[in-house]
């Protein structure tokens, strides 16, 4: 692998801005807001909060999050995406006594979740998506160093880029900040 230096903030497009985020060196906070979704399927719902970057050819990007969850279904994470049609993401998710890692993925109207629960007492994980030609694999790590895979995959896509990033949501009524910094993209 040919390193990069850590990616910062302004190295990323935002993809839906919110209306709270700081920045501060490599790190960036979000403040979601109430009844936001990735890629809602409702009006009632809004898009969620994040920032993306199209790298070329094959790559690995992972990060740290740290979030404050505040009510169920405040969701953080990483994404992997082609359009709208075709995506995958990898999030930690709040339920009612638990934590969920569940990596969901959207291809051409058909869609599944693999799900890990992690517990109640986790206040920060790594997550790393790995691409090259259409196959993306999906880790977790809780100490940066040692990853293990939750999903490896295949998108019947053609050569086109993709896009990959970080985005922070709250699917209720609720709101909470998200941490995301260690901001990594490497060439393989």
């Known amino acids: 692998m040919c390193s990069m230096p850590r990616l910062q903030p302004s190295d990323l497009e935002w993809m839906n801005k919110p209306s709270l985020y700081l920045t501060n060196g490599g790190k960036v906070v979000i403040e979601t807001e109430p009844h936001t979704m990735f890629h809602p399927k409702s009006q009632k719902v809004k ?41 995958v993401t990898l999030a930690l998710v709040k339920k009612e006594d638990r934590l969920e890692l569940a990596c969901t993925v959207y291809n051409n109207g058909y869609k599944d979740r693999s799900v890990r629960e992690l517990g109640s007492a986790i206040s920060w994980l790594y997550l790393k998506v790995v691409y090259w030609r259409g196959n993306a694999s999906f880790y977790y790590s809780f100490h940066g160093d040692t990853y293990m895979q939750i999903r490896n995959l295949h998108f019947e896509m053609d050569q086109s880029e993709v896009r990959t990033g970080l985005y922070a949501c709250s699917l209720r009524n609720s709101f909470y900040d998200a941490t995301f910094n260690e901001m990594l993209l490497e060439s393989i």
């Open 47 to 87: 898009e969620a909060f994040g920032l993306q970057v199209e790298p070329k050819g094959s790559f690995s990007f992972s990060l740290r999050m740290d979030y404050a969850f505040q009510n169920i279904d405040d969701e953080c994470g990483i994404f992997l995406e082609r359009d709208d049609k075709h995506w």
